[in-house]
């Protein structure tokens, strides 16, 4: 007699068909990168992936742990894929490969593997390298990028050295600058005005990047593989602060729209407070987690001293997490009026 | 009338593959070689065998009898004679053997005298011992005595009675066939049940994929003039769970603290509401019961089976096909492999599924958990399935008490929805069951440090008595020895005549107070504790009897012995 087990019938699901699905959501954002920066971006891509699951397979081998079950998990691709795509394009490829080895053997494998990290790995590579090297994780290269791929390639590889030309702050940051630099003197709206930095609604050419994550986050969404209470309540934190400063003071403040298509806004919303690894479990928790995080990232990006808050909020808030799990254990059947 | 529905949280909608057993009608299945029947086939306590071996028995003459008020009994399911009563395999997932009437069937299916009663003419209070004495449990799957369910909470109206028609398991089709084809019997089974607990309103829940079904109960309740609603409801796994059924039906949410009357509903499955009607108007006890035989086979029907049917005759009906590698007893989501094909259909067999790797691949490597929360959505009880899962594997069953793991249902909701092929039921199973074994350990524990105690107790007691009752004989003694012949009553006599309430030590007057109360306790015990001689097998009791008649003349003796030596103290006790 073989001991089997209800139930005899499982749903068509597994970890590595929910991590395929968040790596297809990424394909529009990196498809407008693409459009933006030249192949350059795959490049960077192909670097975090090469280094995380290779780190991914050393630790497995190294915790006797099934290589090709974990391996086909998918998991190291998508830390991988977040990492690229958080670090400032045209990054020496030395600096995704720190990123990706702190984030898969400390953040991931120390705590314990898949499901066990109570950081999210990608914030945590992002947060490890904009403290070790802020000036290299602070410059973001123009959209209208001079050269062609032998000349981004030779800059990420290191062999030709880093030209002013191809790297420069990125719109939050040039907003930032600006607004110190001027002294009260310039009103936002003209800063905003200056079409070599900013577009429509936000950095030039970055918001288009921005609306294609919003495009594959609510198709996660209605996949139903994320729901929608952290990325609605991480946008709420942003837009509820910033619209609220920028209503009080309009010259000094950008708009809530600026900022939700800003930095990591946008890729944070769907992609990073939606880990559910690292996040909020009850409806409500991730409601609290969500707009925590979000309104933290607005906290630090626009009064600290860092370009983007994204990693560092979403950090502290998941230091929180079993807390406020712990209190938002949602009401069961049959007890929802005790 | 318009029946406005409520909708339970979380569920899944796993394919239903009824449709392969519903084509043909029930049929009914051949009396096999043999028939093993066990005789506990329901919640409660295990009846007592009333026949053994060489006895012939007839259609329906009680095997096996409740042996207390939780319990039902069971019937020889066609005559014969019996073979045996000994220890068979059980239809349970532990293979574990289980206390078996063996019965070879003579053929002639001779029934015993049947006797058709009119309930409406009975008190309420014997209609449930017929029911009980009819062997009449709850056939969805849960075998719960049925007659127990049949008052109504004393504090609470009831409201609703509800029928449960769901059928919400994959697979499953014998409470849809019994439905097309005895709707009549249902409804009148449903009426017995609504005269005994006097609810406003009878509910018959039906999932919308069986509209046949529906109709024929429709169109009963019309034929019978009843005012039972027949309501769809949306076909969703665990759809046909109790408490479910009831949200869906009443909007009420039983929590797991509380027995359904307690919020004034009351629910049966509708193969119970037939037997019942059988076994009252019909003097038929539960012999046979419908079970659908499907999945890898040629032939998937609905069968009527006599309980007590060995596997292996009842599956030979459907032609497994040649890669069935196993058999599930209930449906896909809840049910289990059984043991092997000795194992007989119990009143709990509502549904047999050959298994092949092509139905019922084996589950994938399990994963970690991901906390995705998949769990928490599907759980029909709003639970944090990873959470207790979490705790469960980690030993912590206190924090799996927290997370409330005893609302569980068990429907497997939460393993059939995780990404990561975590068997998670399993884990709950397992924390139920450790928690439950602690409990006893600690409830064994905790009677054996009272006696301990009690009887620590009783020897101080008792050594001061003993040095009191010498005190006084020595007093006596010395008393008897000074020439004081006026004074003819000892202090001895005092204190154990009837006048020792005027003594005037009281600490003696409350001794003997405690004394006679525990004398009194240990009678109440004696009166109310089986004895260790029940459930013991036709030839133990034989046995036993012959002794007892043996001891019978000497025990007399001894009695008017013991009589005459606690006489005070009987007379005492027995003015309580």
């Not at chain 2, 239809?91 to 206390?99: E, I, M, R, V």
């Not at chain 2, 209609?127 to 449990?137: N, P």
């Amino acid at each position: 007699m073989n001991f089997t087990t209800p139930p005899y019938l499982i749903q068509d699901v597994s970890v590595q068909r929910i991590m395929l699905q968040v790596l297809a959501a990424l394909l529009p954002g990196i498809a407008v990168y693409v459009w933006l920066l030249g192949p350059i971006v795959l490049l960077q891509i192909a670097i975090a992936t090469i280094a995380c699951v290779l780190a991914e397979a050393g630790m497995l081998k190294l915790l006797n742990k099934p290589l090709a079950l974990f391996l086909g998990d998918g998991s190291a691709i998508v830390t991988a894929w977040l990492i690229a795509l958080a670090f400032p394009p045209l990054s020496p490829w030395w600096l995704i490969v720190v990123g990706a080895l702190f984030a898969i053997v400390v953040a991931k494998h120390l705590y314990g593997g898949l499901g066990q990290n109570p950081f999210n790995p990608a914030m945590i590579a992002f947060a490890v390298c904009i403290v070790s090297f802020p000036a290299l994780m602070s410059q973001w290269p123009p959209v209208d990028l001079p050269g062609g791929f032998a000349e981004h390639l030779a800059l990420v590889m290191g062999t030709a050295p880093r030209l002013d030309a191809m790297s420069g702050a990125t719109p939050l940051d040039a907003l930032k600058t600006a607004l110190k630099l001027a002294e009260g003197t310039q009103a936002v709206p003209n800063i905003l005005a200056d079409a070599r930095t900013f577009g429509h609604f936000a950095g030039r050419g970055w918001e288009w990047v921005g609306v294609a994550y919003l495009l594959g986050g609510l198709w996660l969404w209605q996949r139903r593989i994320i729901s929608w209470h952290a990325p609605f309540a991480f946008l709420a934190g942003i837009g509820v602060l910033s619209g609220a400063l920028w209503v009080v003071n309009p010259a000094g403040f950008a708009s809530p729209i600026f900022h939700l298509f800003s930095g990591g806004a946008m890729l944070g919303a769907f992609f990073i407070v939606t880990d559910p690894v690292s996040g909020c479990t009850t409806p409500r928790g991730k409601l609290i987690f969500g707009f925590g995080a979000g309104a933290l990232a607005y906290v630090i990006r626009v009064f600290g001293g860092y370009p983007d808050g994204v990693a560092f909020a979403v950090l502290l808030l998941n230091i929180c997490v079993p807390l406020i799990d712990l209190y938002t254990q949602p009401p069961i059947f049959g007890m929802k009026n005790k | 009338m318009l029946q406005q529905l409520f909708s339970f949280k979380g569920g899944v909608k796993p394919d239903t593959n009824k449709a392969p057993s519903v084509q043909a009608p029930i049929g009914t299945a051949p009396l096999p070689r043999l028939l093993v029947v066990p005789l506990h086939q329901s919640i409660g306590g295990m009846p007592n065998p009333l026949v053994e071996a060489g006895d012939r028995v007839l259609k329906g003459q009680l095997i096996g009898s409740a042996d207390q008020w939780l319990s039902s009994a069971v019937h020889a399911p066609t005559s014969g004679t019996v073979r045996a009563i000994e220890e068979r395999v059980a239809a349970h997932p532990s293979g574990l053997p289980t206390l078996s009437v063996v019965i070879e069937p003579d053929g002639q299916d001779q029934w015993i005298e049947r006797q058709p009663l009119d309930y409406q003419a009975l008190e309420p209070e014997r209609v449930r011992e017929v029911l009980r004495d009819a062997g009449v449990v709850g056939l969805g799957g849960a075998v719960f005595p049925s007659h127990a369910k049949l008052s109504a909470a004393k504090a609470v109206a009831m409201e609703e009675l509800v029928i449960n028609g769901a059928e919400c398991e994959p697979y499953m089709t014998c409470d849809d066939l019994l439905m097309r084809e005895r709707a009549d019997d249902i409804v009148r089974g449903s009426g017995i049940f609504r005269d005994l607990l006097q609810p406003k309103r009878v509910l018959i829940g039906i999932e919308d994929n069986k509209p046949e079904a529906a109709a024929a109960m429709k169109a009963a309740v019309e034929r019978l003039g009843e005012n039972f609603e027949v309501i769809t409801v949306p076909t969703r796994y665990p759809a046909g769970g109790a408490k479910q059924l009831i949200r869906v039906l009443t909007g009420k949410e039983v929590p797991a603290s509380k027995r359904s009357p307690e919020m004034g509903v009351q629910c049966f499955n509708v193969a119970t509401a037939y037997t019942a009607w059988r076994a009252i108007a019909h003097g038929e006890p539960v012999l046979s019961r419908i079970v659908t035989l499907t999945g890898n086979v040629e032939q998937a029907r609905n069968w009527d089976v006599l309980l007590g049917t060995p596997l292996r005759d009842f599956v030979a009906l459907g032609q497994a096909r040649p890669d069935t590698n196993g058999y599930l007893m209930g449906g896909p989501m809840m049910g289990f492999e059984m043991p092997g094909l000795d194992a007989p259909i119990i009143k709990a067999t509502n549904c047999i599924i050959a298994s092949s790797a092509r139905l019922f691949p084996p589950p994938a490597p399990e994963m970690p958990c991901i906390r995705c929360g998949a769990c928490a959505e599907a759980c029909p009880h709003e639970l944090q399935p990873f959470e207790m899962y979490w705790f469960a594997r980690a030993r912590n069953f206190g924090k799996t008490q927290e997370y409330n793991i005893f609302d569980c249902i068990e429907c497997g909701c939460c393993s059939y929805v995780c990404p990561s092929h975590i068997p998670l039921v399993q884990y709950f199973r397992f924390a139920k069951s450790e928690i439950w074994s602690r409990e006893r350990e600690k409830a064994m524990a905790d009677a054996a440090k009272a006696r301990f105690e009690l009887r620590n107790e009783r020897e101080e007691r008792e050594k001061a008595e003993k040095a009191e009752r010498l005190a006084k004989a020595a007093a006596a003694k010395a008393a008897a020895k000074k020439p004081e012949p006026a004074d003819n009553a000892t202090p001895a006599s005092a204190t154990s005549g009837v006048d020792a309430p005027v003594d005037a030590d009281p600490a003696a007057a409350k001794k003997a107070a405690i004394a006679a109360a525990m004398e009194r306790a240990r009678q109440q015990r004696e009166s109310v504790q089986p004895k260790n001689t029940d459930g013991l097998s036709i030839a133990q009791r034989k046995e036993i009897a012959e002794i007892e008649a043996r001891r019978a003349p000497l025990q007399a003796r001894q009695t008017a012995l013991d009589t005459e030596n606690t006489e005070p103290q009987r007379t005492k006790s027995n003015d309580q």
